[in-house]
T-cell receptor, first 115, second 111 residues
């Protein structure tokens, strides 16, 4: 099946700094990528939909200036958590969809801990 | 009412049992139905993907969709301890690929 790679798998950063998470589709071109956040024992919460070459669409309640999303190519989307705070500590997961189908594949996720 | 309802469990079964996992949904526009498996501290893994009503089988896994009752199921035959995970159902209408998720059901298969 299709492979979506996410990097880093885990990161610890100091409060106030920014952290970038990369999401790559390895064997297909992803016209659309999604960024999710998941708290322990809870379902995935969609943060934003990222379309290649255009601005991301953010879900209600998600601060676009805090969670910067860039989808500069058909194989790469990045999520930057700016001025991170401890409450931003979470599991961030990306997923990608190829243009011609409706199948969505997920990355392995990135654990962010803000201290 | 949530668009997709799923009992979070936990569900505990002995090894070799048949497992039945279910979701209900309310949006008649949903056409695509998916089951994902998520191990602890990992991203979800696509297990089954079904379009419209019907059954789909892949090894020990069978997915069923009944659009008339808005009910989707995942059956696991001969369950193994390695099947212990959280199983999430997801639906969408197919036009914008935004998935609507169930809460996930936590499954434990005991040796």
């Amino acid at each position: 099946g299709a492979v979506v790679s996410q990097h880093p798998s885990w990161v610890i950063c100091k409060s106030g700094t920014s952290v970038k998470i990369e999401c790559r589709s390895l064997d297909f071109q992803a016209t659309t990528m999604f960024w999710y956040r998941q708290f322990p024992k809870q379902s995935l919460m969609l943060m934003a939909t990222s379309n290649e070459g255009s601005k991301a669409t953010y879900e209600q309640g998600v601060e676009k200036d805090k969670f910067l999303i860039n989808h500069a190519s058909l194989t790469l989307s990045t999520l930057t958590v700016t001025s991170a705070h401890p409450e931003d500590s979470s599991f961030y997961i990306c997923s990608a969809s190829a243009g011609g189908g409706n199948t969505i594949y997920f990355g392995e996720g990135s654990w962010l801990t803000v201290v | 009412q949530k668009e997709v309802e799923q009992d979070p469990g936990p569900l505990s079964v002995p090894e070799g049992a048949i497992v039945s996992l279910n979701c209900t949904y309310s949006n008649s526009a949903f056409q695509y139905f998916m089951w994902y498996r998520q191990y602890s501290r990992k991203g979800p893994e696509l297990l089954m993907y079904t379009y419209s009503s019907g059954n789909k089988e892949d090894g020990r896994f069978t997915a069923q969709v009944d659009k008339s009752s808005k009910y989707i199921s995942l059956f696991i035959r001969d369950s193994q301890p390695s099947d212990s995970a959280t199983y999430l159902c997801a639906c969408n209408a197919g036009n914008n690929r935004k998935l609507i998720w169930g809460l996930g059901t936590s499954l434990a298969v005991n040796p």
